[in-house]
T-cell receptor, first 109, second 116 residues
Framework: RKEVEQDPGPFNVPEGATVAFNCTYS??????FFWYRQDCRKEPKLLMS???SGNEDGRFTAQLNRASQYISLLIRDSKLSDSATYLC??????????FGKGTRLSVIA | NAGVMQNPRHLVRRRGQEARLRCSPM?????VYWYRQLPEEGLKFMVY????????ESGMPKERFSAEFPKEGPSILRIQQVVRGDSAAYFC??????????????FGPGTRLTVL
């Protein structure tokens, strides 16, 4: 079983749509959770950290379910500029980041 | 305030040559991580270094790969006798403190290695 699993997509959605990505992780000792965004042939950039209570940043909402070892990202009112690959990332204490393979999103005009 | 810098951005090598990839962390950051991203794959951890110390190299291939972070100068990832399977994007990240659970890692633009 992979450490972090994501649906690779692609998700093709029209502008203005709401889209949700899910991610599961295998290590129950994971302590930190993140969503990164990676544009084609660029470096990953931190989109947001994910907290147990859930957190929101503008059009983006992240949720964590520790019992199910499940993380989600919701994007409302999709923009063309949201087109990218979204990487689910987990961390156990001081260990390095563990990345999922990413979910590709294309927002279409 | 410059971010993480990597050079070269693109590197082409023939099989059997050596590749040297350099990473300068963000100002004030003393912790460096190297990750590799193979085509159509996720990023995989390779090595974690602090100044003059390798902290965790559990992701490094046992042969041909080495890394250092000297007291002065950038961190270097060295690949000897490159093979076609080494073709990938190599990303460096830095963080300000010991890799605690909340420390954010900031990524450089990566070096794209192509082995002919």
């Amino acid at each position: 079983r992979k450490e972090v699993e994501q649906d690779p997509g692609p998700f093709n959605v029209p502008e203005g749509a709401t889209v949700a990505f899910n991610c599961t992780y295998s290590n129950s000792a994971s302590q930190s959770f993140f969503w990164y965004r990676q544009d084609c042939r660029k470096e990953p950039k931190l989109l947001m950290s994910v907290y147990s209570s859930g957190n929101e940043d503008g059009r983006f909402t992240a949720q964590l379910n520790r019992a199910s070892q499940y993380i989600s990202l919701l994007i409302r009112d999709s923009k063309l500029s949201d087109s990218a690959t979204y990487l689910c990332v987990v961390k156990v204490g001081g260990t390095p980041l563990v990345f999922g393979k990413g979910t590709r999103l294309s927002v279409i005009a | 305030n410059a971010g993480v810098m990597q050079n070269p951005r693109h590197l082409v090598r023939r099989r059997g040559q050596e590749a040297r990839l350099r990473c300068s962390p963000m100002k004030g950051h003393s912790h460096v991580y190297w990750y590799r991203q193979l085509p159509e794959e996720g990023l995989k951890f390779m090595v974690y270094l602090q100044k003059e110390n390798i902290i965790d190299e559990s992701g490094m291939p046992k042969e041909r790969f080495s890394a250092e972070f000297p007291k002065e100068g950038p961190s270097i990832l060295r690949i000897q006798q490159v093979v076609r399977g080494d073709s990938a994007a190599y990303f460096c990240a830095s963080s300000p403190r010991a890799g605690g659970s909340t420390d954010t890692q900031y990524f450089g633009p990566g070096t794209r290695l192509t082995v002919l």
